[in-house]
């Protein structure tokens, strides 16, 4: 198993075969299988004796792999897709074959170095400060839940160590579910949920209103406010500016989740939308949503990452001659110790085409984005349901119900013309186009669009 033979460069050599073959061709959307099908087709593969290195890799590309939907499929448009570069995918495979310990700057420093850069860049795209800086963490989820711990630990040093009642943050209807989550699950804070503006937008005005309403008890253990660069479900990027001055008001951390919209930073028919950000104490961008990394990939910046390090730094005996010597752990600045060095991928794809290519490949999504805006306003059959910021379309089909959408949905898979699924907008069933692949075409909205007529 640890020796490199014959029979293992040849399924090598089978699987390399097989990955680039994927990157060179357009996939299939592929379907989920029910468990009995698996079982049938790919069940009791794990034996005493093996069953070799040709069969493994068949039960993959023939059974398996198919049963996994193309996430990267042009007209997979649901949830947030993922769009990864070639560059970025066949680096990846570089990434494991080094396997790379990418917690510390002892054992990983080179990878560490090329991670900075490419959280620098996205750094000075925010207009953070030059001592700004974070690490790459698995997803969004983990690096909200990393930004808020450390927002709470420098509350908590700020006030002396004198604890409120209760923990509480500011958040909207439409901030993310990992953000609730990490909240009320993980940290046991309150959520005290702003009313949005019409498009759910969380407003300055609003957020201070909700404020000065509340009991000098609960207020009193604000520590934070999340300010959304472009909501999932409706793509809207919250005024970031506006809660920027009630967070300084008030000394709170502001947050910005710019999980999937963040990256419209890059993108100048858009970048005025971000206004504020410059301001944030944490900011997370996903590189695996619009910035065309594969998954799993989520930057985490600190304004200040002296506070975050207070937070995240680990103490054990045999850490110490990681964490005394000062030097750049992305270990200190999130949840986690082992790491992948999961920004790998997206540092190596942005020195191989250039900052330029991301900017042209951003706005080649909003302008497919803005074309399928206009093809749903013209349609008698359709709703634009929300005036689009960036590129998620969420709209309705006049006249249809849950039952309509959920079979044309499962239609649309099972002809393997596209991935679309419902959602939900202020309590009705809807639909909504997520759109973050470059290659995706108003054709490709269009046909989507006729197939609800
Ligand atoms: C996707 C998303 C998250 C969660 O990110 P994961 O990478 O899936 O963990 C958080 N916030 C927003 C706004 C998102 O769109």
Not at 410 to 435: D, G, K, M, N, S
Request: hydrophobic share 45%; proline share 5%; with cysteine.
């Amino acid at each position: 198993m640890h020796s490199y033979t014959p029979e293992d460069d040849r399924t090598a050599r089978a699987l390399l075969a097989y990955c680039l073959a994927r990157m060179a061709n357009d996939q299939p959307l592929d379907r989920p299988l029910r468990p009995e099908e698996l079982e049938a087709l790919a069940g009791g593969s794990i034996t005493a004796a093996g069953v070799g290195g040709t069969e493994a890799l068949r039960l993959w590309t023939e059974v398996l792999g198919p049963a996994c939907l193309s996430v990267d499929h042009r007209r997979y448009l649901s949830f947030i897709p993922n769009a990864p570069t070639k560059a970025a995918t066949y680096f990846d495979m570089l990434v494991a074959a080094s396997n790379v310990y990418g917690g510390s700057w002892l054992e990983g420093s080179g990878a560490v170095y090329a991670e900075n850069q490419a959280l620098r860049w996205l750094a000075d795209l925010a207009g953070l400060p030059p001592e700004s800086g974070g690490c790459f963490v698995q997803g969004g989820t983990i690096g909200n839940l990393s930004a808020l711990v450390a927002a709470r630990e420098a509350a908590l040093h700020r006030r002396g160590g004198r604890r409120p009642d209760r923990w509480a943050v500011c958040v909207t209807a439409e901030t993310h579910s990992s953000v609730k989550h990490a909240l009320r699950v993980v940290m046991d804070v309150d959520v005290l949920e702003v009313d949005g503006d019409t498009r759910g937008r969380l407003c300055g005005a609003a957020l201070r209103a909700r404020v000065a309403a509340l009991p000098g008890s609960v207020r009193d253990g604000i520590f934070a406010v999340v300010a959304t660069a472009g909501t999932t479900n409706l793509g809207v990027v919250d005024d970031i500016a506006g809660i920027a001055d009630v967070a300084a008001e008030q000394g709170w951390w502001l947050h910005v989740d710019g999980a999937y919209g963040g990256a419209g930073l890059a993108a100048p028919s858009v970048r005025r939308l971000f206004a504020g950000v410059e301001r944030a104490d944490s900011f997370i961008v996903d590189p695996h949503k619009w910035l065309f990394a594969p998954f799993d990939s989520c930057a985490l910046i600190y304004r200040d990452p002296v506070q975050a390090r207070a937070a995240h730094t680990q103490h054990a005996g045999y850490l110490d001659p990681v964490t005394v010597a000062g030097e750049w752990n992305p270990s200190d600045f999130a949840l986690h110790l082992t790491r992948r060095a999961r920004g790998l991928p997206f540092w190596f794809s942005l020195a191989v085409y250039g900052t330029d290519a991301y900017r042209a490949a951003l706005e080649q999504t909003l302008t497919v984005a803005r074309a399928g805006a206009d093809l749903i306003r013209r349609a008698p059959h359709l709703d634009l349901l929300v005036e689009p910021d960036l590129t998620v379309l969420i709209f309705e089909r006049t006249g249809w119900g849950a039952e309509d959408y959920a079979a044309w949905s499962a239609r649309l898979l099972r002809e393997q013309v596209a991935f679309v699924t419902p959602t939900r907008h202020r309590h009705r069933v809807c639909t909504r186009l997520a759109i973050v692949n470059p290659l995706t075409t108003v054709d490709d909205l269009a046909l989507i669009l006729d197939s609800m007529r």
